[in-house]
């Protein structure tokens, strides 16, 4: 089992920066690709950045493409997200969550999810 909690998240105004943080405790976090996905008002649940367990290969959607930036620290079992040049259609909980295949796009293929981390960019 691992178990992921979200931080970070906030009200922020259009153009502006947030970090969001996620930790894992558990089982060994270095053994898992880490994603983050997002969920806006009325919409489904959408990926937004992957990155593999060595934080080597990285994948993004294309809407935050240059934007956000995933990364990971292993030796404190945290994954973050920058985001920059934040714009009102970013707004959504964002979801991280752990797999032991790769970092893929797929949130079906997900094992462990945190509760989420809220994000409102106002114009």
């Known amino acids: 089992q691992v178990q992921l909690v979200e931080s970070g998240g906030g009200l922020v105004q259009a153009g502006g920066s947030l970090r969001l943080s996620c930790v894992a405790s558990g089982r060994t976090f270095s053994s898992y690709a880490m994603g983050w996905f997002r969920q806006g008002p009325g919409k489904e649940r959408e990926f937004v950045a992957a990155i593999s367990w060595d934080g080597e290969d990285m994948y993004y959607a294309d809407s935050v493409k240059g934007r956000f930036t995933i990364s990971r620290d292993n030796a404190k079992n945290r994954v973050y997200l920058q985001m920059s040049s934040l714009k009102t259609e970013d707004t959504a909980v964002y979801y991280c969550?752990?797999?032991?295949?790769?970092?893929?796009?797929?949130?079906?293929?997900?094992?462990?999810w945190g509760q989420g981390t809220s994000v409102t960019v106002s114009s």
């Open positions: 969550a752990a797999n032991d295949r790769g970092p893929v796009v797929g949130h079906w293929e997900y094992d462990y």
